[in-house]
């Protein structure tokens, strides 16, 4: 047996390995089905994440929801989790260092959950697991690989609060979502 969310969570404890943890009232460290086919990374928590140690609990979050219902999952059929643990001050963008202090936390969630399926929620998420540079206005709504997961790499869902016409592009890349899922369903028997 490898290693489980909760052993996970307890190697974080009360995480200092970056200055993240001066500014944070929460670490967020994941929600959802521990055994999900189905893994949501996003990048970082917001302000309301960090309150209530929830990731997508804000405007983005709630847009997520409806996302999900599109490819027809729920948030508590999927496992939701971020690149960062911790808030970034101001919600500015994550930096290296701290990327690197806290990916083998998400790393090992991955390994605990063992999904089938990945779907990565902007550049960092996307960048991060699909170790490209390619970025998210050509990779969003197609299928990758990375190792024995598939990965599917949306817009963020912030993006589309900010640039409406994203909202549509979403949701139609959600439902193709939904499309793969049935096919897996079919073909790997889950
Ligand atoms: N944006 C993210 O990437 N993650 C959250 O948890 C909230 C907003």
Redesign the pocket.
Known sequence: MGVTLDEVRAQMGDCRRCMLCEGRTNI?FGVGDPHARVMVI?????K??DLQGE????A??KFLDELLTEAGLTRESVF?A??LKCRPPGNRDPQVAEIEQCVPFLRDQIRAIHPDVLVT??NF?TKFVLKTERGITGLHGTVQRAGRFVVVPMY???AALYDPSKREVLKKDFAMLGDLLEKIREMWGR
């Open positions: 967020v996003g990048e970082a928590p917001g309301n994440e990731p997508f609990v804000g983005a979050g939701i971020n690149i929620l902007g998420s963020h869902p912030a």
